[in-house]
């Protein structure tokens, strides 16, 4: 249970790096980390402000970055299972949803008694969240005295763990779609940068769904 | 701009996905084939995300070779399956490698 949270601090820490580097003084830092709290999306903005683009085109290249936040958040707001008096909640608790949470709470939910798991997840997702801001802040505090090789593992981390993690599922359907956007993944991102990777959801995600079932059925 | 208003602005321009997703996802029965394609368009675009990031990463990433980086997955995913899909293990082992290619200028 203590590795998600660790797993967002380290991943934090190299955001915290490269803000300081390119000048973002530190309470910016934490406000883009805890405001806009998915890394593409805050690496993008980074990257775009820097290189002197339009405010709308910083503000477009932030949410296209995150849009994975969309069908994350539609399959995951079922398993909360609550009464509508909860309703207004889930608005506030989704700003903690990030890979790490999710991908654990949607193995854990389904197990545990549906009047729990928006509680649980709260307090998991909170808890990342928190590991995210204190790996932000140690980032740019260590910025000038990190090795430039830790920076690089810490940055490394991240992908390779998710990796690893989402190779646990067994559902076939859900391994169909991984395998697939693993390998659809780079080629869609160089035929567009901006549209590729919802392309490699839309299309890996579809065929992932139905080549199991095809199969199933002959 | 201010730049705190530009963070502001992006902040809100990313929470319309979580928002849509709340309005949408209450709606969404759990046992539906929807639910299940949403599932694995998540699935597959986090992957795919995931492998983009590894092949061609933006920022400090790009400046290691490629070779480095998916050497040191094929060893964590060697591990993975040889050693009872150990995730943690996995990831430990992929960035040890990782850290020492790259240290070695490779």
Known sequence: MGVPPLMVLFSMVGFGSLANSQQLDLWHT????????????Q????????????????????????????PMTVVLIPLFAVD?????????????????????????????DASVR???FAGFATLCFLGGLIGAALGWVLASTLPAVVTLV???????????????????????????????????????SDWGLLLCGLIAGTLGFLLPRLAERN | MSITLLIVLSALATYVWRAGGVIIGARLPVQSALFHWLSCVAFALLAGLMSRVLVFPAGVLAE??????????VVGFSIFLLLGRRVVLATLAAATVFGMLIYTGF
């Open chain 1, 118 to 120: 928006m509680g649980f």
């Open chain 1, 154 to 192: 810490l940055v490394f981390l991240n992908p390779a763990y998710f990796i690893f993690l989402f190779s646990c599922n067994t559902r076939p359907d859900i391994v169909c779609a991984l395998v697939l956007g693993v390998i659809m993944g780079p080629p869609l991102y160089l035929f567009s």
């Open chain 1, 84 to 112: 509508d008096r909860w309703y207004r909640l889930r608005f506030l608790v989704v700003q903690t949803l990030s890979v790490n949470s999710w991908t654990h709470c949607r193995e854990i939910l389904p197990e545990m």
């Open chain 2, 64 to 73: 290691t070779s490629l070779s480095a980086r998916l050497a040191a997955m």
């Open chain 1, 43 to 70: 690496v993008a903005m980074l990257e775009l402000h820097a290189t002197g683009a339009s405010a709308l085109a910083v503000i477009a290249g932030v949410s296209m970055a995150n849009l994975r936040f969309l």
């Open chain 1, 30 to 41: 934490l406000l883009s980390a805890a405001a806009i709290y998915g890394m593409p999306g």
